[in-house]
């Protein structure tokens, strides 16, 4: 699958990372020069392409014309908005998912506007590229299945039981450990002693645990 993804924020990023890590091609779009300069060499197999995702010229460069699947993660509705149509009339895009920054903004973010997947801000990484790719496919790179072996993303928000606590101190599932914590859209070691914030998304290995218990265990 050939993914164009506007906007290289920590979101952005991720999708890109995780896609291309399940076999897929990605290619990242942001206006920002100094930001895509950062970005350069840290995901050797991501492309990164520097411009306006609300230009055509640019889409069309980052090769909107055979992509499978254009995901718009600004964070401006407009923009979001204004590059998923023309994904899908310009470019017949097949698949166009778009984040929605501003729950009012919800009802804008339909086929009318070329959208097919709406996702809200706070929609988790794994479930975002779920529903935008329309397969379990994607995240089944995550899900060691011949293993017995299953990888389950929590976010962690203000509203969480476990923001504000120690790691050591959330009483996991059995036979569930946690992998990583990814916050500002770098990994961190997992240390006992860590304290959750608001933002931190929590990436467990479990070959037992259900969602529902993982999210029992931190929301």
Known sequence: MKAVIAGAGRLGTQIAQVLVAAGNTAVLIDRDVAHASELEGTSPDVRLVTGDACDPAVLERAGALTADLIVATTGDDADNLTISLLAKRRFSVPRVAARVNDADNTWLFDAHWGVD?????????????????GTTDTVALLRLSKAGIEVIETAITSRSRAAGRALGDIALPEGTVVATIVRGGRPTVPDAAVRLRPGDEVLLVSHSATEDEIHAAFQ
């Open 117 to 133: 997947v709406a996702v809200p801000a706070a929609t988790p990484l794994f479930s975002l590229i779920e529903e935008a790719t």
